[in-house]
């Protein structure tokens, strides 16, 4: 069926938001709409000037014969600050204490559009550092870990504390909790990273960062890099945190259980 322009671009744009960090070849679209190449490109032209204008993201093109067009999402600046001053804005509400001074945040990490919101934050961030997987940690971290995996086009593998009979041989590693200071183990199926893979850690919460350092040393049994380090949110925590290099979206500062009174701010990546 060929299409008219309009209707060109409205799938075309639908198809590159649904396949970001991909090289799509013009000859793809040529077909899909038995348009000329020119014709395409012309429609790529358009697409990719409102993209910018809007500050959805780049859509950059190559030519030759592997050439095509591929979408990279961003966030704008102002955008984010909004998302993430929204956020904070939410996870400030006192009815979030629980005892022993936690916070409450299975809502937030089950709302798709505040997880899809956060993500394109991060991959933002990351889509030139070459990441191409992303290690989390069962089970509150998966949402934000798949929303991100899927913006950056790589695949999630999650590390568990038990063994699972269903993923085949594992490697498993011993690490010190961060906050209880007690021994752990916790594994990754053997078949789930690929060797030498740039790695991406992400995590709900952090905060002294035992459990991402264990991720961090269960990287490197696979002998995998870590590309960075992105948590939705870091607590202040008294004693020095067990990561350095890290960022966060959010940053709860304090929790006062008696006044019932929380402080969050924007975390160091804004």
């Not at 395409?40 to 500050?55: N, W, Y």
């Not at 022993?100 to 937030?108: A, C, R, T």
């Not at 290690?135 to 995996?149: C, D, F, H, N, Q």
């Not at 183990?185 to 030498?196: D, E, I, P």
Request: proline letters at 3%; one cysteine or more; hydrophobic letters at 40%.
């Amino acid at each position: 069926m060929k299409f008219r322009r309009s209707g060109r671009l409205v799938d075309m744009t639908q198809y590159l938001l649904q396949h970001p960090h991909q090289l799509v070849p013009l000859t793809f679209f040529s077909d899909r709409y038995q348009s000329a190449k020119s014709s395409i490109s012309e429609d790529i032209g358009i697409v990719k000037e409102t993209f910018e204008a809007k500050q959805l993201g780049k859509v950059e093109t190559s030519a030759g014969a592997t050439g095509g067009v591929r979408f990279i999402p961003m966030t704008g600046e102002a955008e984010a600050f909004r998302q993430v001053d929204a956020l904070c804005e939410r996870l400030e509400d006192p009815g979030r204490i629980l005892p022993g001074g936690y916070l409450y945040m299975m809502d937030i990490i089950g709302d798709p559009k505040v997880m899809n919101e956060m993500a394109r934050i991060l991959a933002s961030h990351y889509r030139n550092t070459g990441v191409d997987a992303i290690m989390t940690m069962a089970t509150k971290g998966i949402p934000l870990a798949y929303a991100v995996a899927h913006l950056l086009n790589v695949p999630v593998s999650i590390v568990r504390h038990e063994q699972r009979i269903t993923e085949g041989s594992i490697v498993s590693i011993n690490y010190v909790s961060g906050s209880k200071k007690q021994i752990q183990t916790m594994s990754l199926a053997r078949r789930s990273l690929k060797a030498g893979a740039h790695v991406l850690i992400i995590d709900d919460f952090m905060k002294a960062g035992g459990t991402i350092r264990g991720m961090m040393d269960l990287a490197e049994e696979f002998n995998a890099s870590v590309a960075g380090v992105a948590v939705l949110t870091e607590a202040v925590h008294e004693e020095e945190k067990l990561v350095s290099d890290y960022i966060s979206l959010t940053k709860l500062s304090a929790v006062d259980v008696k006044e019932r009174k929380i402080t969050v701010e924007r975390g160091n990546l804004l």
